[in-house]
């Protein structure tokens, strides 16, 4: 195990979406993986098990290897019987998340989505360089949807400008995040798996993130990269009766096909990146037309089967056009041609739910993909979140909470809504108009400045009745939760405390007690 070797993605891992992650032999997934499986057990105190095929993550004592943690270990005897213990890890074990080494078969590609379907978070690792890869691989294209070819009527080919035999995702995704490893110091991360194939199979332009750290000062860098997806395909005579381009045509006429033909997967090829070709054609239209038949295929070219003209696709489906795509390097790693801005990675917030419901809770903070820790003590949260009904009662815990001037989140009601809307709050997503229960003290209560000097100005006036003989003090107007900390410092110093006046001049005014 390497210990800090997740930095780049510590933060999706404990969103508590299932990662794949993809990359060539050697690059260092299994690492990652094991150290996945030791933080998530460990210190998101999560039930972790570990499906070890070969012995590769945990060793092969009756000790599982301390780099897992606490997660527990299930060996698998025999590779075939990879995807048979995955179901049994689930069905025996109770287990939060799954971690496994190395998907690579149909059996396993299957087992891994009823896993996914049952609620258990999966974090596995496959073979492949980029998304695009693991699409057009017949046998694992599943865990990302898969590919299915949709023939449209003809009032709707018309509807989307587009050919009426196009290529559509099959299925839900079996996993939410996918983590291209490009090496040790240098991710890609596709957020939502779903969006992202949708766009490739419609050629739009898709977006990314780019994670590099540095070497030295362990700096975490993160871009959001643009690449080109694939171009609408045109099936070849003999699939579904589609247009033939004669430039695809081979001496006389007859048309070249790759692999089995009729739409199947030995004609899809890869498709390019544009970027290169813009440069050195000097514009998309001479690019794409002027293209002779004898022109090699540029190393990563649409995801489309034989019979595809780029001519064709751009009248058909402008939006097919690559724009802003990777460059290809050597060796098959990529590194993109343009970036936009830096994007800064959310922190972990740990929060402690004090009579607010934990599954609720996790499950909003899945569905904003956001990175909170639910923790069951409440000295390592960094947060509380709480019921305006509990608050009011102002039981030991808050009072310590808030004597540890921890964040404090008041709910109105115990629904994923409102949890939802105060997460938004805290890490500033934007969202639409919060619930309409959610007026008053249903929100976020941050220490802020304002509320700070507030606090401040009211012990200076606590000290001045106690220890200058004074025997009233008038606080400054403050709003209604400032003024329910001011009075709750008045109880403890033994002081009489009332509110007066009207809003938005109410205040405190503190009173010596007649004791």
Known sequence: AVLGSIALIRDIVEQGQSILILGRPGVGKTTLLREIARVLADEANKRVVVVDTSNEIAGDGDIPHHGIGRARRMQVARTAEQHAVMIEAVENHMPQIIVIDEIGTELEAAAARTIAERGVQLVATA??????????????????????????????????????????????????????????????????????????????????????????????????????????????????????????????????????????????????????????????????????????????QALAPTGTSPADVEHQHPTALLTAERAPLTEGVYKPAEMEEPVSIMKTLRVYPFGVNRDRLTESARQLRVPIIVTNNQSDADAVITLKNYYRRQPERLQQAEQDRKLIIILKNNTIAQMQHALAHIFDIPTADAPPDDEDEGEVRETDDSTTRALLETEDAIHQVLNKGLTTAELAPANAYIRRLQHQMATRYNLISRSRGKEPYRRVKLFRSRD
């Open 127 to 300: 073979h492949g360089n980029s998304l695009g890869n693991l699409l057009v691989n017949p046998t694992l294209s599943d865990l990302v949807g898969g590919i299915q070819t949709v023939t449209l009527g003809d009032e709707e080919a018309r509807r989307r400008h587009t050919q009426k035999s196009i290529l559509e995702r099959k299925a839900p995704p079996t996993f939410d995040v996918v983590v291209e490893q490009q090496s040790w110091q240098e991710l890609i991360v596709h957020r939502d798996v779903a969006d992202t194939v949708d766009g490739m199979l419609r050629g739009h332009a898709i977006t990314a993130e780019e994670r590099t750290r540095d070497e030295e000062s362990s700096r975490v860098t993160v871009r959001r990269i643009s690449t080109g997806g694939m171009e609408v395909p045109t099936w070849s005579v003999g699939s579904f009766g589609g247009p033939v381009d004669p430039r695809q045509a081979g001496p006389g006429g007859n048309l070249e096909r790759s692999g089995r033909g009729g739409g199947d997967w030995g004609q899809f090829r890869q498709v390019g990146q544009g970027q290169q070709g813009f440069r050195n054609g000097g514009g998309s239209s001479e690019r794409f037309r002027g293209r002779s038949q004898s022109q090699p295929q540029t190393q990563f």
